[in-house]
């Protein structure tokens, strides 16, 4: 479809505007990713930001040629504002919440009227957050604006024109970061926020010049930014194990069959297996395809109670854009339906991923868990529909990743409940956090008391290099193993063993009295082991260490100090 120039913008130039945006991004997420500064493997800007903008190019695209600029507006910044991945994504969210806010009641607009609409989300974003940097996206956004404002003053001056103008000053101002960032400078490159942002002007330029709507290069990189990265994707595309079954057992007095044999047998059937035994209950959780054979087995050990048996398979094929996915995230294995079903006062959300952190969460009383972190941020819909699913008034969500919390942030609005979001910045903070929860005490009483937990954590991570670097005056080449201390690098190492124990050694202060060790999907219970022994003989006399099978993803160990 050829496009003529605009004088005044209507709905369907915006509609097909940010649909080519959302192509243009799509196209170029990978190198936005590479551009991120940081050599561990959290590169995710552009495929943030082309996540968050395919959510808006979904929505637009069921509306008709006809539709009036506010409605285009309106479904936009909705949609933006669910579909936000990561604080990159959550600007954008803000940018286009102005022009929303800026186009009420607006058939169509002149260039002046979006420029000011467009300055009102530029406003929004820096309020949002709390130390604004400039030489970042925020700065490519105030400068493109500052200019379209001055240009709409131009008597008889076309909206295409003015866009054009402030794309020119855009790029200047992405291409000056590096000369306001020293990080930028030294690593050579430019910021990735503000050339994704740049990507989506140019994208929407391509509609307002008149040239037409970009297409997406790359039609799997497009199926795959508009795939939805809740929780179902917990589920394989190759489910191995269909069914999910969750009981409790009643245990009869006479019964003196040890519920080790159960564990064992569903183990030898299935996976995810928890059994857990207090006084009187086992609780049983087990995803397996003979659910039959499970129900037969734990009638040996008692009477059960709360049966229940989900399709998995079904439930990932109904977990699409538009259907309600019935499993999108993750219950607390210990409670039953009932206890899921009845309000109480106070909830718990937290984004982790690893089954051996899943489970340490679920056992201190978090009810539920949305799957993320590290290079897989969840949506801000994601972390809101874990939340809406929990029956309690008030929920308090742990984020544990910097990158999440704004995401978690604007679900504050979305929601009737009383929403605290925790600034936990790694999953030791997190679950410090909850296990300082207290129901007997007020939510302002637990939202102080669950921060003051957090921030008494240090936290050392270890990963990989991603990319080729320079930190300081250290050069760091790509595969490198990182030791990562309060979110600097304060290691570099050919192997994994070393890097731990020595950033562990940077960790632990005269206070340290506890050190929690998670191994990750990608070391061996032995390699944990030989690093424990090695910790042990450095710190075992003033520290308890604790080693615990975390199961995580892109970090060979989490380990926290207190």
């Not at 058939?107 to 420029?115: G, I, M, P, S, V």
Request: net charge negative; with cysteine.
């Amino acid at each position: 479809m050829l496009y003529g120039v605009f004088d005044l913008i209507n709905g369907k130039a915006l509609r097909d505007g940010i649909i080519s945006a959302s192509n243009n991004i799509t196209n170029h997420k990978k190198s936005v990713d590479a551009l991120n500064v940081f050599p561990v493997p959290d590169g995710d800007t552009g495929t943030n930001m082309s996540l968050t903008m395919a959510a808006a190019a979904r929505e637009l695209e069921r509306l008709s040629d006809d539709a009036p600029l506010s409605l285009v507006a309106h479904s936009a910044a909705s949609a933006l504002l669910r579909g936000a991945r990561g604080n990159s994504g959550v600007i954008l969210s803000l940018l286009f919440r102005g022009i929303e806010s800026g186009l009420k009641g607006f058939k169509e607009a002149d260039a002046k009227t979006f420029a000011l609409a467009l300055n009102m989300g530029v406003d929004n974003a820096y309020k949002a957050v709390m130390k604004p940097t400039e030489g970042t996206i925020l700065t490519v956004a105030r400068l493109f604006t500052k200019k379209a404002l001055l240009d709409s003053e131009i008597k008889d001056i076309s909206f295409d024109r003015v866009w054009s103008r402030a794309v020119i000053s855009g790029q200047a101002a992405l291409e000056d970061t590096p000369n306001i960032l020293p990080v930028l400078k030294k690593a050579g490159v430019v910021d990735a926020g503000g050339q994704g942002l740049m990507y989506i002007f140019k994208g929407m330029e391509s509609v307002f010049s008149g040239k037409g709507i970009i297409e997406t290069l790359d039609k799997a990189a497009k199926e795959d930014a508009e795939k939805p990265k809740a929780a179902a994707e917990r589920l394989t595309e190759e489910i191995r194990y269909a069914y999910c079954v969750e009981f409790l057992i009643s245990k009869e007095e006479e019964s003196k069959k040890s519920p080790a044999l159960l564990r064992a047998y569903l183990e030898s059937i299935g996976d995810c297996v928890v059994v857990v035994e207090d006084s009187s209950l086992i609780k049983v959780h087990c995803h397996s395809n003979e659910p039959g054979n499970i129900i037969t087995k734990a009638l040996l050990f008692g009477q059960l109670i709360n049966i229940k048996i989900d399709n998995m398979r079904k439930q990932h094929e109904n977990a699409l854009w538009g259907a309600a996915p019935p499993n999108e995230f993750w219950d607390s294995g210990g409670k039953n339906s009932d206890e899921l079903s009845r309000e109480k006062p106070f909830g718990i959300v937290a984004v982790a991923c690893g089954n051996g952190i899943e489970q340490i969460l679920a056992d201190i009383g978090v009810d539920g868990i949305v799957s993320g972190g590290q290079t897989m941020n969840p949506s801000t819909d994601d972390i809101l529909r874990a939340i809406e699913k929990i029956p309690a008034k008030e929920i308090f969500v742990l984020p544990n990743n910097k990158n999440i919390i704004m995401a978690a942030e604007q679900t504050v609005p979305l929601s009737d409940k009383t929403i605290r979001v925790l600034h936990t910045r790694t999953l030791p903070e997190g679950i410090a956090a909850a296990i300082s929860f207290d129901e007997s005490l007020t939510g302002e009483e637990n939202h102080l008391n669950m921060s003051k937990a957090a921030e008494k954590i240090s936290t050392a991570l270890i990963t990989y290099a991603a990319r080729d670097s320079k930190m300081g005056s250290q050069t760091i080449k790509q595969g490198s193993i990182l030791g990562i201390e309060n979110g600097k690098i304060v290691v570099v190492e050919d192997g994994v063993l070393f890097a731990a124990f020595k950033t562990v050694k940077h960790l632990v202060g005269k206070n340290t009295s506890l050190i929690t060790v998670y191994y990750g999907k990608d070391i061996k219970q032995e390699e944990a082991n030989e690093l424990i022994n090695m910790l042990n003989q450095k710190f075992g006399k003033e520290c308890e260490i604790v080693c615990v099978d975390g199961g995580q993803p892109v970090y060979y160990y989490i380990i926290s100090a207190q």
